[in-house]
Antibody, heavy 122, light 108 residues
Framework: EVLLLESGGGLVQPGASLRLSCAVS????????VSWVRQAPGKGLEWVST????????YYTDSVKGRFTISRGNSKTTVYLQMNSLRAGDTALYYC???????????????WGQGTLVTVSS | EIVLTQSPGTLSLSPGERGTLSCRAS???????LAWYQQKPGQAPRLLIY???SRATGIPDRFSGSGSATDFTLTISRLEPEDFAVYYC?????????FGQGTKVEIK
């Protein structure tokens, strides 16, 4: 089983930046792609971004392209989501999740963290 | 992008009854790359079904998935008290992967 733990959420003003972290506890974590999926309060799920197992491929939903950057740490056991130019519409609980295999177009997710809350408000 | 429309929005049933949830796609989903998740308040989503009909590890056999192309169904054969939750479908066959808006299964 893969365990994931998110951190870094908080309350920020519009236009500010925030970096989320996802710690993946699995000795073969470098083999796993990692995605961020968000859920606005009382709303459904929205895929945000994915990074491949070795960090050589990244994917973003259109609404965050140019503002968010996903990356992996040197140990490959931590994935980051750098969020710049934050907007009220980015307010959500951000989950990291990992698939068994990433198809390029997406994947299904057996493993999820518990989420970290990002609130963008003045 | 592929839009997934789930129906009904809310399903009111009693324990022991059969639940049928629908997920309709705006265009055919490649290779039946369709998953179902269950989410309870304050919890992360839990994978139930992938590949339209394959149960995830540890999922009881009262949960089953079916369908292809644009029409998919999640069936809960006999509702247990712990099954009352929100259910989401997700397609991962065409980028960007997308989720439906959810169906809430509530106790009648």
């Amino acid at each position: 089983e893969v365990l994931l733990l998110e951190s870094g959420g908080g309350l920020v003003q519009p236009g500010a930046s925030l970096r989320l972290s996802c710690a993946v506890s699995e000795f073969t974590s470098s083999a796993y792609a990692v995605s961020w999926v968000r859920q606005a309060p009382g709303k459904g799920l929205e895929w945000v971004s994915t990074i491949s197992g070795y960090g050589d491929s990244t994917y973003y939903t259109d609404s965050v392209k140019g503002r968010f950057t996903i990356s992996r740490g040197n140990s490959k056991t931590t994935v980051y989501l750098q969020m710049n130019s934050l907007r009220a519409g980015d307010t959500a609980l951000y989950y990291c999740a990992t698939p068994i295999y990433y198809y390029g177009s997406g994947s299904y997710y057996p493993w999820w963290g518990q989420g970290t809350l990002v609130t963008v408000s003045s | 992008e592929i839009v997934l429309t789930q129906s009904p929005g809310t399903l009111s049933l009693s324990p022991g009854e059969r639940g049928t949830l629908s997920c309709r796609a705006s265009q055919p989903i490649r290779s039946s790359y369709l998953a179902w998740y269950q989410q309870k308040p304050g919890q992360a989503p839990r994978l139930l079904i992938y590949g339209a009909s394959s149960r995830a590890t540890g999922i009881p056999d009262r949960f089953s998935g079916s369908g292809s192309a644009t029409d998919f169904t999640l069936t809960i054969s006999r509702l247990e008290p712990e099954d009352f939750a929100v259910y989401y479908c997700q397609q991962y066959g065409t980028s960007p992967q997308t989720f439906g808006q959810g169906t809430k299964v509530e106790i009648k």
